[in-house]
């Protein structure tokens, strides 16, 4: 049994309990053989449909309509018990014709790559000056066609821990499960990077691949790119107590 639990509760009204648990198997088989080797996280995943209760201790990875819904049923930025929270939004997803699978892959790894959402990685600018990039590991190649398939899911391609080292050369060594990002801190189209540029005051702002597709550049309420603005003294307790629908 791994150390972190997680529950994936469906909360969403645009899927049905079955769709969701449906993908569980694939995003467990996406952390215990493809993610914890390479990033030494693991976890356990338990579906929580609507109406039932996450267990005591878990991590949870809700499944909602879009970010008003998350607000009107108290799932906030922890969990009741002030554990580590994540949120997906299938209905906005499905309205803009992305995968709603891969993005809950996307959160899911995410989280247990930097559950505080307060690790980044430094780089020394040519001109002086650093950039602080947010310890983000699917963002820079979230794409739905850099995804891959897991017994016919679509989970989320993402990088590896030498994404953030500045000293790799180009191709020296794979920086994302899928191979298809060549240096450090490249992104792909339609991928995107949270950084602090410490030489102005903007603080953090987004740098963004070729397209823009799925990521607008105002971060989503609720998402964990809007988290990272907010003084840990500002986040919410969610107002659900364990359960999968809210009150």
């Known amino acids: 049994m791994a150390d972190i ?8 009204t645009v899927l049905q309990d079955a769709q969701v648990q449906a993908i569980v198997p694939a995003l467990q088989t996406q ?3 493809d993610f914890a080797p390479l990033w030494g996280v693991d976890a356990d995943l338990t579906f929580v449909g609507h109406g039932a209760t996450a267990p005591s201790g878990s991590w949870w990875l809700t499944v909602l309509d879009n970010s008003d819904q998350a607000g009107a049923l108290g799932y906030h ?6 554990l580590p929270a994540g949120k997906s939004f299938a209905g906005t997803d499905i309205q803009a014709g992305n ?4 993005t809950v892959s996307h959160e899911l790894l995410e989280m247990l790559a930097d559950p505080d959402v307060n690790l980044c990685a430094f780089a020394q600018k040519d001109g002086g000056g650093m950039l602080l990039y947010a310890y983000e590991v699917c963002d820079a190649c979230e794409a739905d066609s850099a995804g891959y398939n897991i017994d016919g899911v679509l989970v989320s391609d993402f990088v590896y821990p030498a994404w953030f080292e500045s000293f790799r050369k180009p191709g020296s060594v794979p920086f994302d499960y899928r ?3 060549a240096q450090p801190f490249q992104l792909l189209a339609d991928g995107y990077i949270s950084q602090f540029d410490t030489s102005n005051t903007d603080g953090w702002t987004q740098a963004s691949g070729q397209r823009l597709g799925r990521s607008a550049m105002r971060a989503p309420v609720g998402s964990r790119r809007e988290r990272r603005r907010i003084p840990r003294r500002q986040w919410l307790t969610s107002e659900v107590k364990r359960s999968g629908a809210g009150r």
């Open 31 to 33: 952390v215990h053989r």
């Open 99 to 102: 995968s709603w699978t891969s």
């Open 179 to 181: 191979s298809l990002i």
């Open 5 to 12: 639990q997680v529950a994936v509760i469906n909360a969403s």
């Open 77 to 82: 930025d922890l969990t009741d018990e002030g």
